[in-house]
């Protein structure tokens, strides 16, 4: 590993060659190569991550490219992480990645997963974020979930039983809709849950534990409120 290419955070107090091995020795896995999978990747890869899976069986669209930043105009047609692993192999050819073409289910989740530290959730729907919610919780790993919405945004850092999982934040999924969204958006909290594995991972700091933190980007304001239980939550109730 080259140390001279991470030298700058490695001088964050708590972080130094220890630190930077515990990224390099790791294995995140990524739902989703799109607005939100786009900066939460480049910036896990950037920072050291050793090995990146990320899964997307979508394809680029000429309407993604507002806000997914991993693909280009010449990228229209691709599997999204096929173009994922092209990008992010560019930026640090050192980090291992591999590009899952699959739809996740409730039959290959906990597969495609595999021995992930982490699950990022950057996904546009519930009834796949429910299944991710599940291994997680199986597996006794954290998932860092990210919403948008237009200009405004959300996450939170769930690892039960320490705090609620998801199905006890969002209940019922809504209808599927295509919702506005302005590549700012993503990229905010994209930017915010790639923190939150980094903080994780690495050992350093406060991670975002029974909050939900919403960003406006028309005001530009962050609010945290609190995110309680469910003692009835179907999923979690028994952990």
């Given amino acids: 590993m080259d140390f001279l290419r991470y030298s700058r955070q490695m001088l964050i107090d708590g972080w130094g060659e220890e630190g930077q091995r515990k990224l390099n020795n790791s294995t995140i896995f990524i739902a989703g190569a799109g607005g939100l999978g786009s900066p939460v990747s480049i910036y896990l890869a950037v920072a050291g991550v050793g090995k990146i899976i990320i899964c997307d069986f979508d394809s680029v669209e000429i309407t993604n490219l507002n ?18 692993k092209i990008t992010l192999t560019a930026i640090n050819p050192d980090v291992e990645v591999i590009a899952i073409t699959e739809k996740i289910t409730d039959e290959n989740a906990s597969k495609l997963i595999g021995n992930a530290v982490i699950i990022m959730d950057c996904m546009d729907n519930l009834e796949t974020r429910y299944i991710l919610n599940k291994v997680a919780i199986k597996n006794r790993i954290p998932l860092v979930f990210g919403a948008i919405y237009g200009m405004q945004g959300m996450l ?44 994780y991972i690495v050992g350093i700091g406060k991670n975002l534990k029974n909050k939900l933190l919403v960003w406006d980007g028309i005001s530009c304001d962050f609010k945290s409120f609190t995110a309680r239980k469910d003692p009835h939550c179907i999923i979690c109730k028994d952990i």
Avoid: D, M, Y
Wanted: aromatic share 4%; charged share 15%.
């Fill in 67 to 84: 806000r997914q930043i991993l693909h280009s105009h010449t990228r229209i047609g691709i599997n999204k992480a096929l173009s994922a």
């Fill in 156 to 199: 939170s850092f769930i690892q039960p039983p320490e705090t609620p999982c998801l199905k006890c934040l969002f209940p019922e999924a809504p209808p599927r809709e295509t919702f506005p969204v302005l590549g700012v958006t993503p990229g905010v909290i994209g930017a915010l849950q790639a923190l939150e594995a980094i903080k």
